[in-house]
């Protein structure tokens, strides 16, 4: 994941233009991803993430890529190539698994953007100690933030590289959980 503990502030001004408009692309992307799948419905509301989370997990560990690119998300370091890539052995992901992270991620996000009016996508900053500064996150409400692509990845790479169970619910329960506080 790319790490902006160093940038200068031009630098993540650029990276999160590149996350947001990043996030609009994928919330387009997974609705087709979801056609072609003959997928859930996706039409934002929370309800939706029951359908869709046990959805992501079952194509999650296709490891093939469907076609040739060099596409990665914004929020990946184009320095790690992904697995399967030329040069791909830190990634725990290919670029396929990578483009479903990110539709996922914007989904989850899309979701809880439609139940907390006002939230909004933010730059972390504070100490460049903080492996988060410089990385774009939803503010909810407050002071108080919500992390969909750390949700996602998290919950990927326990699937793919821990074999862990993950709670086919887990989106679901935790938007639940970030609305139910800022009510």
């Known amino acids: 994941m790319l790490i902006l503990m160093t940038a200068s502030g031009a630098e993540i001004a650029h990276a999160h233009d590149a996350y947001v408009n990043g996030v609009r692309d994928a919330q387009l992307r997974i609705r087709e991803h979801f056609r072609e799948t003959a997928g859930p419905n996706a039409d934002g509301s929370l309800e939706s993430l029951v359908k869709i989370g046990p959805w992501f997990f079952a194509q999650l560990p296709e490891m093939g890529e469907t076609t040739s690119s060099e596409w990665i998300p914004p929020w990946w370091n184009p320095a790690d190539p992904p697995a399967g ?88 329960d935790e938007v639940r959980r970030a609305i139910d506080v800022v009510d």
């Open 85 to 172: 890539a030329v040069g791909g052995n830190v990634s725990p992901f290919t670029r396929q698994q990578l483009r479903l992270i990110d539709e996922m991620h914007a989904y989850v996000a899309e979701v809880l953007m439609r139940h907390i009016p006002g939230a909004e996508w933010i730059v972390i900053k504070g100490s460049r100690k903080n492996v988060r500064f410089g990385t774009t996150v939803l503010k909810v409400s407050g002071s108080r933030q919500f992390y969909p692509l750390s949700l996602v990845y998290n919950s990927a790479i326990n699937i793919v590289q821990l074999d862990k169970p993950v709670s086919p619910t887990i989106f679901y």
